[in-house]
């Protein structure tokens, strides 16, 4: 279902709540990495320069204590966006209230107003996380139009995003989370053929229900990472030492064979005896891992191997790094896989999965992709297929309701 978007709605004079995901890395009152606010600011002056009047809401971490808002207060992060902007922002401490409502009152078209962390409302019995619906209707009275552009917290039903957007009038996706839509909802829903999955990380556990919704969908899966020990010893192969999760075995035999031969496991490992970065590497078949080693990263066939797989694809989805990427000697595969998709030609790649994009991007292959999600939970939970509450509130581009 198409979703309305920023373009298709009236800005000028409009007072405009927009979520965004500001939820920043910080230590000692300091952003370590502002690319989530880098990644922000097309949708933000878009609306700037349409004349809106903007009002921001974002979380920043848990806010469980007093204690904690100090930790998460999103002073730091009006500051940043301020000076990214060069334009000033007026700050409200506050999450409700006179001070809020007198700002977002006083504002002249094309100003900026940000909100205090919205999860400062967790401390009144979890407004904000369980989505009280006063909460999202007092938010909501504030604007005249919501713009959703915060993908990361759309598999949750939060008061700041699908409690604003029930209670509004307009509510409509920034140029992130329709990305987000584009790329992996089509992937997922309608891809172009081939689709090929490639499916790493850490546990099998916690992609049951992606690698269930994929199997239904992708022409192949290729299988790496340390999810590929499970599907090994379901196999009947020794895994030694690897990352391996026998209550998952027997799951992984059934898949193997349902799956049709459409799960590609790995031929070959780089193997070492203990779990540092400089632990010796050694490179053996599939069947061959001895029982005092395990399984660090793919090897140089698999490689080979998964490049034929990959040769005519027009769709690649990639979740889960191929190897203990953390430590260079084992990054080699998942390097490799980012070449060879950085080569394809005619192909969407599409990465979803905190710690994949966080591979690719410390890989240097950041702009080598069709798409990087900036989303981890909430891209998992789109490729499991399931509905996010989040994108679900967005209204439809036909008429104005979410339920047609
Ligand atoms: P994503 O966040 O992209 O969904 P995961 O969280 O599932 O990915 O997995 C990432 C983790 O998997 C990384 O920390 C990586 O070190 C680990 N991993 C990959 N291959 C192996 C392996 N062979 N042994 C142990 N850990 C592995
Ligand atoms: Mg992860």
Same mark, same amino acid.
């Given at each position: 279902?198409?979703?309305?978007?920023?373009?298709?709605?009236?800005?000028?004079?409009?007072?405009?709540?927009?979520?965004?995901?500001?939820?920043?890395?910080?230590?000692?009152?300091?952003?370590?990495?502002?690319?989530?606010?880098?990644?922000?600011?097309?949708?933000?002056?878009?609306?700037?320069?349409?004349?809106?009047?903007?009002?921001?809401?974002?979380?920043?971490?848990?806010?469980?204590?007093?204690?904690?808002?100090?930790?998460?207060?999103?002073?730091?992060?009006?500051?940043?966006?301020?000076?990214?902007?060069?334009?000033?922002?007026?700050?409200?401490?506050?999450?409700?209230?006179?001070?809020?409502?007198?700002?977002?009152?006083?504002?002249?078209?094309?100003?900026?107003?940000?909100?205090?962390?919205?999860?400062?409302?967790?401390?009144?019995?979890?407004?904000?996380?369980?989505?009280?619906?006063?909460?999202?209707?007092?938010?909501?009275?504030?604007?005249?139009?919501?713009?959703?552009?915060?993908?990361?917290?759309?598999?949750?039903?939060?008061?700041?995003?699908?409690?604003?957007?029930?209670?509004?009038?307009?509510?409509?996706?920034?140029?992130?989370?329709?990305?987000?839509?584009?790329?992996?909802?089509?992937?997922?829903?309608?891809?172009?053929?081939?689709?090929?999955?490639?499916?790493? $990380?850490?546990?099998?556990? #916690? @992609?049951?229900? /992606?690698?269930? !919704?994929?199997?239904? =969908?992708?022409?192949?899966? *290729?299988?790496?990472?340390?999810?590929?020990?499970?599907?090994?010893?379901?196999?009947?192969?020794?895994?030694?030492?690897?990352?391996?999760?026998?209550?998952?075995?027997?799951?992984?035999?059934?898949?193997?064979?349902?799956?049709?031969?459409?799960?590609?496991?790995?031929?070959?490992?780089?193997?070492?005896?203990?779990?540092?970065?400089?632990?010796?590497?050694?490179?053996?078949?599939?069947?061959?891992?001895?029982?005092?080693?395990?399984?660090?990263?793919?090897?140089?066939?698999?490689?080979?191997?998964?490049?034929?797989?990959?040769?005519?694809?027009?769709?690649?989805?990639?979740?889960?790094?191929? $190897?203990?990427?953390?430590? #260079? @000697?084992?990054? /080699?595969?998942? !390097?490799?896989?980012? =070449?060879?998709?950085?080569? *394809?030609?005619?192909?969407?790649?599409?990465?979803?999965?905190?710690?994949?994009?966080?591979?690719?991007?410390?890989?240097?292959?950041?702009?080598?992709?069709?798409?990087?999600?900036?989303?981890?939970?909430?891209?998992?939970?789109?490729?499991?297929?399931?509905?996010?509450?989040?994108?679900?509130?967005?209204?439809?581009?036909?008429?104005?309701?979410?339920?047609?």
């Amino acid at each position: 279902m198409s979703k309305k978007t920023i373009r298709d709605i009236q800005l000028q004079g409009k007072t405009v709540l927009m979520r965004v995901d500001f939820n920043v890395p910080m230590s000692d009152g300091q952003i370590t990495d502002d690319n989530r606010i880098v990644q922000a600011l097309p949708t933000i002056k878009y609306a700037l320069d349409h004349e809106a009047k903007l009002v921001l809401f974002s979380h920043l971490g848990r806010v469980k204590t007093e204690e904690d808002k100090k930790t998460n207060s999103l002073a730091p992060v009006a500051k940043r966006l301020s000076e990214l902007l060069n334009l000033p922002i007026t700050f409200v401490t506050e999450t409700r209230g006179s001070n809020l409502e007198a700002a977002v009152k006083n504002m002249e078209d094309g100003d900026i107003v940000m909100v205090e962390n919205t999860r400062f409302e967790d401390l009144n019995e979890k407004a904000e996380s369980k989505n009280n619906p006063e909460l999202g209707k007092y938010w909501a009275s504030l604007g005249d139009a919501f713009v959703n552009d915060a993908f990361g917290t759309a598999h949750r039903a939060h008061a700041s995003n699908v409690g604003i957007a029930d209670n509004m009038v307009v509510a409509v996706a920034g140029f992130l989370m329709e990305k987000e839509i584009k790329f992996i909802g089509e992937a997922v829903d309608n891809p172009e053929r081939p689709f090929v999955a490639i499916l790493g $990380g850490a546990k099998v556990s #916690d @992609k049951i229900s /992606v690698i269930e !919704n994929l199997l239904t =969908k992708a022409d192949k899966i *290729l299988v790496c990472g340390a999810m590929a020990y499970t599907f090994y010893k379901a196999r009947g192969y020794e895994v030694g030492l690897s990352k391996c999760e026998d209550d998952y075995v027997e799951f992984a035999k059934s898949l193997l064979e349902k799956s049709n031969g459409k799960l590609i496991l790995p031929v070959d490992n780089m193997i070492s005896k203990e779990f540092s970065a400089d632990a010796e590497a050694v490179l053996v078949s599939a069947d061959q891992i001895p029982s005092d080693a395990m399984g660090m990263d793919i090897g140089p066939k698999t490689v080979e191997l998964f490049k034929k797989h990959l040769e005519n694809a027009k769709t690649v989805v990639w979740n889960g790094p191929a $190897g203990v990427f953390e430590f #260079d @000697k084992f990054a /080699v595969g998942t !390097n490799a896989i980012c =070449k060879l998709l950085a080569e *394809l030609k005619d192909a969407k790649t599409i990465i979803g999965g905190g710690d994949s994009a966080a591979a690719a991007i410390k890989l240097g292959f950041q702009d080598k992709f069709t798409h990087i999600s900036t989303g981890g939970g909430a891209s998992l939970e789109y490729l499991e297929g399931k509905e996010l509450p989040g994108i679900s509130s967005i209204h439809n581009k036909c008429c104005s309701c979410k339920n047609c």
